[in-house]
């Protein structure tokens, strides 16, 4: 794997003079194919760059960037199917998400109750002050309605797993992010759509019970589903059994929707039931899917670690397809938009740090928290506005946010654990000179 990384890497070599040769003949055709290939080459040759191999998933991020804007067309239909379909939006979120979920665990939400005051100010900061932000941003800077709802949106969602990833590089607090993470994601169902209607209302309709009801399909199912897995696990007997039971009822419901009887439900049933039935089938589904995942990974043993590379490939997929539906919008705005990017992101670690210092937490806690309301859930954003029909307008700033998020929160946390360590060494130097002089 390391020759053919290091081959990649030799082959973005050729991209870049043959990119420039077709620059100065002026080929756009060739600019296009060495622009692309470029991207792809030196996405999976930077892996064999030990300096750089951390950010290899950002390098994917910005190959999915180039290739929608230099190929539209090929990420938007496969012949007569269309890669935005509703549908496939929808998979392919939760797909992400159970991905995601895959790497919590039940013990994760335990944490609730010991990290109290921490979990408090982190979900207090999270909804607040990136949701703030993104709106004064949108106030400053006259984007267009819907690509102004998307800032709004990104700042609403809840925060990522990658915050978890960047507190663990820099030796901060790991489980207060986690359960902050986790209280952020329960929240989220409730708490987007109200910012979502507060503060975007004017800008694209909001329907508060409709986001709900999505936030709750793309998010808490598939992470639900996870955590049957990790609770099959560790189970008692007596819950595993249980578990087995509730799966059947689940099998036996599911089985009996197509059947006759939703069709009853839509007759007898108002709309909200009906949503709610809809929402109760979806977990039953999940119910079901954590229930034959964790089967499959008897059979294969490292599925586990697998399932984080499909969640990247999720995002990456709707990195291209978004950028290839937004292409005109952010060959006028695209730049603008990523200069806001970096103040949204920059703001959140600023305001999370400082905040949690003036409220009393110590620096790794502080620390934490600057990850956890600067990094945004960008797949969450994305699936939302796939699900609205606008991915290619409300979905355009999780497209363009994401990558940054990514190579900020890299850099920050990089910092911050080359610091801590300087601090330790110096702090061996001091014990050992007293142990010395004694």
Not at 297 to 313: A, E, G
Request: proline content about 3%.
């Amino acid at each position: 794997m390391v020759v053919f990384r290091k081959f990649c890497l030799g082959v973005s070599v050729l991209c870049v003079l043959s990119l420039v040769g077709a620059l100065l003949a002026g080929w756009p055709p060739v600019v296009s194919a060495s622009v692309v290939i470029l991207a792809i080459a030196f996405a999976i040759g930077i892996g064999a760059i030990p300096m750089l191999s951390g950010y290899q998933y950002t390098a994917w991020i910005i190959a999915a960037v180039v290739a929608g804007m230099c190929y539209p067309g090929a990420f938007l239909h496969w012949g007569d199917f269309d890669l935005r379909n509703k549908w496939l939006i929808l998979i392919v979120v939760q797909l992400v998400m159970f991905g995601m979920g895959i790497q919590m665990s039940l013990r994760d939400f335990s944490e609730l109750a010991t990290s109290g005051k921490g979990v408090l100010i982190g979900l207090c900061s999270h909804f607040t002050i990136m949701p703030i932000v993104g709106f004064l941003l949108t106030k400053i800077f006259h984007f267009e309605p819907e690509i102004a709802a998307g800032i709004i949106l990104l700042g609403s969602c809840s925060s990522g797993l990658a915050s978890n990833v960047m507190v663990y590089i820099a030796r901060a607090n790991l489980v207060l992010s986690v359960a902050v993470t986790a209280m952020t994601t329960l929240a989220a169902p409730f708490l987007t759509p109200f910012l979502m209607k507060m503060l975007a209302g004017t800008l694209i309709h909001i329907r508060f019970l409709d986001m709900m009801m999505e936030i709750i399909k793309i998010v808490i199912v598939p992470i639900g589903a996870a955590l049957i897995h990790d609770y099959l696990k560790t189970g008692s007997a007596t819950g595993k059994r249980n578990l087995y039971l509730i799966a059947s009822v689940c099998l036996v419901f599911l089985a009996s929707l197509p059947l006759g009887i939703w069709s009853i439900f839509k007759v007898n049933f108002s709309e909200p039931l009906l949503q709610s039935i809809e929402v109760l089938s979806f977990f039953a589904g999940a119910v079901l899917v954590g229930l034959v995942y964790h089967l499959l990974t008897k059979v294969v043993v490292n599925l586990d670690r697998y399932m984080p590379y499909i969640s990247m490939f999720g995002i990456v997929y709707f990195t291209t397809v978004t950028t290839a539906a937004g292409r005109d919008n952010l060959m006028q705005v695209g730049f603008l938009l990523f200069f806001v990017s970096v103040i949204h992101n920059s703001a959140g670690y600023f305001f999370g740090y400082w905040l949690s210092r003036l409220l009393g937490l110590d620096k790794p806690s502080a620390r934490t928290m600057a990850f956890e309301v600067g990094l945004q859930n960008g797949g969450m954003a994305s699936g939302l506005a796939g699900t609205m029909g606008k991915l290619g307008t409300v979905g355009l700033a999780a497209a363009v946010f994401s990558p940054w998020m990514n190579i900020s929160g890299s850099i920050l946390a990089n910092y911050w654990r080359r610091r801590e360590e300087k601090i330790q060494a110096g702090k061996k130097v001091v014990e050992g000179e007293k142990v010395y002089g004694e």
